[in-house]
């Protein structure tokens, strides 16, 4: 029942840990983390070159349990959360019935309990069949689980609506997740407007749609007090308000998804149903915007916004197929390329932005490496180089842009209280207690999940 984890790279953002660090799990808890630890009866995992973190937290995931599960079921959508190096995970609620009730979340937090490979936490509906019209039950919700209300992917037009919901769910201490879209602007929309829609003959989602919705967000949030979350913010101007509303001291926060600082509009190869997703992909500008926004802690976390299809439904026309990619498994490894390997964000950063930072933003404990710790560990490279075969993806949907994308870095193992539950195939050497140690093998595409 006990695990060491040697000579790896202990990085810890809350703590301020960069370090060389052994560290030992008995059972489901880390009981030290020390510079040389001796346990003969445990159990060994070889980090050596690897960066041993927190579990990384993901707090936007749509896992289509219940009633979608021919895209998504809990069970394999967090088999690629382990494989993507997240220990944990909040669901969204639009799901078949929609998560509006405590009878749908206690079946969710019930179901991970049975499948799940890592933690799951629901995120209840704001509106009943998030419709729009009137509250759901969020005090019920919120005693069977849930740890956020959002109606994402369905914005809540109603600003009157949207503030009895921050001041219901400020009561509860509940963070407000918004997908911030004005309907009226973006209607008949499919990717971002701008010269790309123009070259393409497609509907175009102008920036606007995205800025007015937050503007409202940050006003509501000054007069209830509430914490309001941007779910995906995608434009520079949105950016620049959020800046402006933390400045001001209103408990605003944001994420922002690896597509949206990785890709610009002018990216989307023709009509590629892959490159579709809500919001749209920005310009340049939008990009720069995002990407200096994590630097400077405008943007709290990185989220992935994995919205699983499947092919018969996602390849249709452009006009016509949903919106919504994977993300899960190629996370780390974008936001590696994009902001640590480009020199916009240390290690240590980067690890925040997965971790303490996430989940800060839903009141989460989680996301710290310390003794006396629940053991969710994430260890991963930073120079492993691989390519990402979208046809090996362990979600039950393949709609990624990603497919056949060159990375440097990604996980190498996922612990999820204080068992292996992933590992990238022969990534990394483990040994039972007493055993010779073994030399360090090389990565293979091969991948392993264990039950928790």
Not at 161 to 183: N, P, Q, W
Not at 282 to 292: G, H, L, V
Not at 393 to 416: W, Y
Request: aromatic fraction near 4%; charged fraction near 20%.
């Amino acid at each position: 029942m006990r695990l060491l984890i040697r000579n790896g790279r202990a990085v810890d953002p809350a703590s301020g840990l960069d370090a060389k660090r052994d560290v030992l799990i008995d059972r489901d808890r880390i009981v030290a983390i020390e510079p040389r630890i001796e346990c003969p009866d445990a159990e060994v995992l070889d980090a050596s070159g690897l960066v041993v973190a927190p579990g990384f937290v993901d707090i936007h995931v749509h896992l289509r349990e219940p009633g979608i599960e021919h895209a998504e079921t809990i069970e394999s959508g967090t088999r690629a959360a382990a494989a993507g190096g997240f220990t944990a995970v909040c669901c969204m609620p639009n799901t078949l019935p929609v998560n509006d009730s405590a009878q749908v979340t206690s079946f969710i937090v019930e179901r991970a309990r049975r499948t799940a490979t890592v933690h799951v936490h629901p995120i209840g509906a704001i509106s009943k069949g998030s419709k729009g019209e009137r509250l759901a039950d969020i005090g019920a919700m919120r005693s069977e689980g849930a740890v956020a209300i959002s109606d994402d992917g369905i914005p809540v037009m109603d600003s009157g609506l949207m503030r009895r919901a921050m001041k219901y769910a400020a009561s509860f201490g509940i963070t407000v997740i918004d997908h911030c879209e004005d309907l009226s602007l973006s209607a008949g929309g499919d990717i971002h407007e701008g010269l790309q829609s123009m070259r393409l003959g497609l509907g175009g989602i102008p920036g606007c749609s995205e800025d007015v919705m937050v503007a409202r967000d940050i006003i509501l949030a000054a007069d209830t007090g509430s914490r309001v979350h941007i779910a995906h913010i995608s434009t520079a101007n949105s950016i620049a308000m959020v800046r402006h509303a933390k400045r001001m001291g209103i408990p605003v926060t944001s994420e922002v998804t690896p597509h949206h600082f990785a890709l610009a509009d002018e990216k989307i190869p023709g009509y590629d149903s892959n490159f579709k997703m809500k919001p749209p992909l920005r310009t340049q500008r939008d990009i720069d915007a995002a990407i200096e926004g994590l630097a400077d802690g405008t943007i709290d976390c990185i989220a992935t916004d994995h919205a699983p299809h499947t092919g018969h439904i996602k390849m249709q026309e452009f006009e016509r197929c949903p919106f919504g990619i994977t993300g899960l498994e190629t996370a780390l490894a974008l936001s590696l390329k994009t902001l640590y390997h480009a020199g916009t964000a240390d290690l240590k950063h980067l690890v925040g932005l997965f971790t303490s930072a996430a989940c800060e933003c839903l009141g989460l404990d989680r996301g710290r490496l310390r003794a006396g710790g629940p053991a969710d560990i994430t260890v991963f490279s930073t120079e492993r180089e691989w390519v990402y075969d979208v046809h090996s993806t362990l979600s039950k949907s393949k709609n990624s842009p990603f497919g056949g994308e060159s990375f440097r870095g990604g996980p190498a193992a996922t612990i999820v209280s204080g068992k292996v539950v992933w590992t990238a195939g022969g990534g990394i050497a483990t040994r039972p207690p007493s055993a010779p140690a073994n030399k360090m093998p090389s990565f293979q595409p091969t991948t392993r999940i264990q039950p928790r």
